[in-house]
């Protein structure tokens, strides 16, 4: 962290003098100023945290100046300088905003222990607004769980990654994997672990708001700018920025990021000067930034600086060993949430959930979980509810589903298994005896719900008991979008 900035206003040159001394040999950064006018200026280019302000200056009433320093910044300390305090203007400058006051004759001692202590005041609100910035994602916080060779490998990386404090960090894997979680352990076991963490997700702020969310902006930068604010990465200050689904940034937007992590510096939105930035950027997207970067979709010097260090976490299809384990961890959770006091998952349950293929990953593995806790009446929790689209009953040959369905033959899919309707309405899908992929049988029925109903996505969804979004999910899995 810089150290702080101070900034002394006062006509007398050795007030300005016998104060800024030994302030810089406390390890302050000091600058003066002799004048209002010259105050203005330099609280523009010079920044400082804190203002020493006489109450009386040749060109300007110090508490006019309170007021509209404050106005600008309101966490801005103020401390005021005077040998003439009385009581109505020592009320309208704690009015105005001011942390304290220094009389004149003054004592140094007395001088710097006010200043500590306002610096230590300020230090301690800064952390009471990390805090409760990041005190929601805290709450529900899942661990990130497995025991599988795939998943011992990205805890490993993760450690390595931690290990070195300032490489910037990319993350990918599908949707539902988990990236925010491995974003936070690569945080939490660096050297930036005690210091805030700030997550954004590009694909959710308009682009016209992304910039003013992570840089901040000054008084008057647009209509609505009345006061200064600041932006993710001031607030972050020697912590880690968490840019999740960066494949969704504004190309203009990304040059701002590049500049921001090569030059260690930003500019807020309406500023004319840079700021000094500290964080570490871990990045994360669903989508192939090497291709967008080929369609001219992704800054190439951007992707190269992001994939410093790299992170891939393998879908839960991938790493089917660790879903007995996942599915423990969120049935106790649950469990215990919702107060239902079931005893176990059942083995058929266990076996359902690891025989399906879990196009939402870990999401919704856990959301699965989470209804069918809600929703189980007996002493264990069974596959009724998982609201997946196995069914737990199977034979030899033939895979039985809850689904009415009926078959259609497509152009160059003669692989598709075909399906016939029974007496119960069953729909009676025929498994060759060489086996097939689980993707092919689910391919073939979202393509027969859609033949069934004429394309309409949103009957199919409901014909399939499953989510417009979901269905959607799924053909674009398939390429059928």
């Known amino acids: 962290m810089s150290k702080e900035k101070i900034l002394i206003v006062d006509d007398e040159h050795l007030i300005r003098w016998s104060l ?27 920044r400082p945290q804190m203002v020493l302000l006489d109450i009386r200056l040749p060109d300007a009433n110090g508490l006019e100046l309170l007021e509209r320093f404050k106005s600008d910044d309101e966490d801005l300390i ?27 004759p003054f004592n140094l001692e007395s001088v710097k222990h006010v200043i500590e202590q306002a610096f230590k005041k300020r230090q301690l609100k800064v952390q009471v607004e990390q805090f409760s910035h990041s005190i929601e994602q805290q709450i529900d916080e899942d661990r990130l769980l497995g025991n599988s060779p795939e998943m011992i490998d990205v805890f ?36 930036r672990s005690k210091a805030p963490f700030f997550e954004i997700n590009c694909a959710a702020i308009p682009d016209n708001l992304l910039e003013n969310e992570l840089f901040g902006h000054e008084k008057g930068a ?66 192939g930034l090497k291709e967008m970067v080929e369609d001219g979709n992704f800054r190439a010097d951007l992707y190269y600086r992001l994939n410093v260090m790299a992170i891939n976490i393998p879908p839960l299809r991938d790493r089917k060993a660790d879903i007995p384990l996942l599915a423990k961890y969120f049935f106790e959770l649950f469990n215990k ?34 209804r069918a806790t809600i929703l189980e009446e007996s002493r264990f929790l069974g596959p009724n509810n998982l609201n997946i689209i196995t069914d737990p009953k199977t034979d030899s040959g033939t895979l039985n589903t809850t689904m009415l369905s009926e078959n259609k033959k497509m152009p160059g899919n003669n692989q598709h298994p075909p399906a016939t309707t029974n007496s ?26 859609l033949n069934k109903h004429a394309d309409n996505q949103t009957k199919a969804a409901r014909y399939l008991r499953l989510s417009r979004d979901t269905l959607r999910y799924r053909m674009k899995k398939f390429n059928l979008l």
């Open 156 to 191: 490993k990386i993760i450690k390595r990654c931690a290990e070195t404090n300032d490489k910037t960090v990319l993350i990918q894997g599908e949707s539902g994997t988990g990236k925010e979680l491995v974003a936070k352990a690569v945080h939490l076991y660096s050297r």
């Open 424 to 449: 119960s309405n069953e729909l009676q899908i025929t498994l060759p005896a060489d086996g097939i992929s689980f993707g092919e049988i689910e391919k073939t029925i979202i393509l027969q719900a």
């Open 78 to 104: 103020v401390i005021m300088i005077t040998a003439y305090a009385d009581v109505g203007s020592t009320v309208e400058a704690f009015k105005f905003g001011a942390e304290d006051y220094i009389g004149k």
């Open 222 to 287: 647009y209509t609505d700018a009345g006061k200064s604010r600041k932006g993710i990465f001031e607030l972050a200050d020697s912590g880690t920025v968490f840019l999740d689904e960066i494949g969704d940034m504004p190309l203009p937007m990304q040059g701002k990021i590049l500049k921001a992590i090569e030059n260690k510096r930003y500019r807020r939105l309406g500023g004319d000067c840079d700021i000094d930035v500290n964080v570490r950027i871990i990045a994360a997207t669903n989508r």
């Open 337 to 370: 949430e919702y107060n239902r006091h079931l005893e176990d998952i059942s083995p058929a349950t266990i076996e359902v959930m690891s025989s399906y293929s879990w196009p939402g990953n870990v999401r919704e593995l856990r959301n699965s979980i989470e």
């Open 20 to 46: 800024s001394q030994p302030l810089i040999k406390n390890g302050y950064t000091v600058d003066t100023a002799e004048s209002g006018a010259e105050a203005q200026t330099k609280i523009s280019t010079f």
